[in-house]
C-alpha cells in the first residue's frame, strides 16, 4: 500500500492510519480526515481520548476471553445466565451480535480466531485448552459452536465436536441461516436468533 502524500505530514500521517482499519479506503480515510480538520476542536480530542481510554481500559477476560474493562466480565459474574451452556465463538465481536438477540443466555468462550493451517493458526494459538479446562471443571452440559461458516469455521467446529464429545458433553452448531462465507457480526438479530434456535448436533 503506498501511503498518500500531503502537503503536511499531519494530514499524511492520519489518512495512512486510517487506511490501516477494515473496509476503509483511500477516499474513505481522507475524508474522514478533512471531517475531523473541519469538526470543532473539542470534538477531535474527545476521539482521540475514546481511543486511548478503549486501549488502556479493555483487557480479555480470564474467564471467557471477551472484552471487558471487569475482570470477569459481566456476562461471566451474572448470576441469573444458564451455566450448563457456552457458546464459542471466535471474535469478542461475535458475543457482541449474539447479545443483541436476547435469545441466547448461557455463557460464552471466545477462541481468539479459528484453526488455519496455512496461516500457522492451530491449537495453541487459539483459546482452545481453557475451553478444555473450563470444560472439566465446570457443570456443563451443552457447548453451542457459533463459529463463522467458512472453511475455517468449519474446520475449528469439527475439530471442537472431536474435542468434546469424549466429555459427555452435547456439542450442536448453529443452523444454516448464516450464508457460507459471511461473519457473525455482519448478521442481523433475526438471522441470528433463528441460527440459535435450529442449531443441530454436530
Do not use: W
Request: glycine share 6%; with cysteine; proline share 5%.
Amino acid at each position: 500500500m503506498i501511503p498518500p502524500s500531503y502537503d503536511s505530514d499531519a494530514l499524511t500521517a492520519l489518512v495512512t492510519e486510517f487506511m490501516k482499519l477494515p473496509g476503509i479506503g483511500r477516499k474513505s480515510a481522507q475524508r474522514i480526515a478533512f471531517y475531523l480538520l473541519k469538526a470543532p476542536e473539542e470534538e477531535a480530542k474527545a476521539l482521540a481520548r475514546s481511543v486511548q481510554e478503549l486501549k488502556e481500559k479493555l483487557r480479555l477476560c480470564s474467564v471467557c476471553f471477551t472484552l471487558t474493562e471487569k475482570d470477569p466480565c459481566s456476562i461471566c459474574n451474572h448470576d441469573g445466565r444458564e451455566r450448563s451452556m457456552i457458546c464459542v465463538v471466535e471474535e469478542p465481536s461475535d458475543v457482541l451480535s449474539l447479545e443483541r438477540t436476547r435469545e441466547y443466555r448461557g455463557l460464552y468462550h471466545v477462541l481468539g480466531g479459528a484453526l488455519s493451517p496455512l496461516d500457522g493458526i492451530g491449537p495453541e494459538q487459539l483459546h482452545i485448552r481453557e475451553l478444555r479446562e473450563r470444560l472439566e471443571g465446570d457443570e456443563i452440559r451443552e457447548v453451542i459452536v457459533a463459529t463463522n461458516p467458512t472453511t475455517e469455521g468449519e474446520t475449528t467446529a469439527l475439530y471442537l465436536a472431536k474435542l468434546i464429545r469424549p466429555l459427555g458433553i452435547r456439542v450442536t452448531r448453529i443452523a444454516r441461516g448464516l450464508p457460507v462465507g459471511s461473519a457473525l457480526d455482519l448478521a442481523d438479530e433475526v438471522t441470528l436468533k433463528r441460527s440459535l434456535e435450529g442449531r443441530t448436533e454436530i
